[in-house]
């Protein structure tokens, strides 16, 4: 038995994830951005020259503030891609309740 307060809104679901998707979008954004910015993660293969010089002082600094960089920018990927995956599955959900709903109703 079905209960009554049970209601999928295909359309409120689609429009959901459409908008998780623009969060998502926004976050890869300032994920590039700050990549760019700043250099990227200074410790990658390749990386662009450290931000902070490569004498002494550079190396310290670069040991100190290098992984919270590394860290941050990291957490700001896994956030995209959280958001974007989210955002993915929520509008195929919708879909997928809307397709269920007209067949349903076809079969009817």
């Known amino acids: 038995m079905a209960d009554d307060k049970t209601v999928a809104q295909p359309a409120a ?10 969060v998502g979008r ?10 760019a910015r700043t250099g990227g993660n200074p410790n990658a293969p390749g990386a662009a020259p450290s931000p902070f010089g490569d004498d002494a002082s550079g ?11 590394t860290e941050l920018l990291d957490a700001l990927k896994s956030l995209a891609d959280a958001l974007e995956g989210a955002a993915k599955m929520t509008t195929g ?3 997928n ?12």
Request: without cysteine; hydrophobic residues 40%; proline residues 4%.
């Open 26 to 35: 926004l976050t890869r954004d300032l994920y590039e951005s700050f990549a």
């Open 59 to 69: 190396k310290k600094a670069l040991a100190t503030y290098g992984p919270p960089h």
């Open 13 to 22: 679901m689609i429009r959901g994830g459409d908008l998780t998707d623009q």
């Open 93 to 95: 959900s919708g879909a």
């Open 97 to 108: 309740f809307a397709k269920a709903q007209n067949d349903a109703v076809d079969m009817i």
